[in-house]
């Protein structure tokens, strides 16, 4: 395809001439919570083991055709104290809401999903979380830990 700027790449975006015709369709989104069982002892507490996966497809696409598909899987481990009574949350910000809230514009289905899933988690004070994501596109694959 050959664009006006007579190049077979896509013209830059300016205020005045905006990328017309780009799409962003998401697709795949199923939210799980696991309850994997008793977990180790953090400082003297007893916890609970609860893993949150989540996972999407984006086709990103311009001018009607598809440009990158990107595959997103992640997974959150939060250890949850079973003895502590209230709510304390240290690891609010790697909850997922993040996720949620960068694609739920785009797609508010897997943003109200993502919620649901959440809200199964238990409300006690989580003493360690650790997260995991995996993107895989075009240009390979890449892990975050």
Do not use: C, W
């Not at 997974?75 to 502590?84: E, G, K």
Request: net charge positive.
């Amino acid at each position: 395809m050959v664009f006006p700027n007579g190049s077979d790449a896509l013209p830059p975006a300016t205020p005045a001439h905006p990328l017309v015709g780009m799409g962003l369709d998401v697709a795949g989104t199923e939210p799980k919570v696991h309850n994997l069982g008793a977990g180790p002892v953090i400082l003297g507490h007893h916890t609970a083991h609860y893993r949150l996966a989540t996972g999407m497809t984006m086709k990103i696409s311009a001018v009607g055709r598809t440009q990158q598909t990107v595959r997103i899987a992640s997974t959150t481990d939060t250890y949850y104290a079973t003895d502590i009574s209230g709510v304390l949350n240290p690891f609010a910000s790697m909850s997922g809401s993040d996720m949620a809230n960068m694609f739920g514009t785009a797609n508010s289905e897997f943003a109200n999903k993502l919620k649901a899933a959440q809200a199964k988690l238990p409300k006690g004070t989580p003493l360690r979380t650790s997260s995991s994501a995996t993107i895989f596109s075009d240009a390979g694959t890449r892990v975050t830990n």
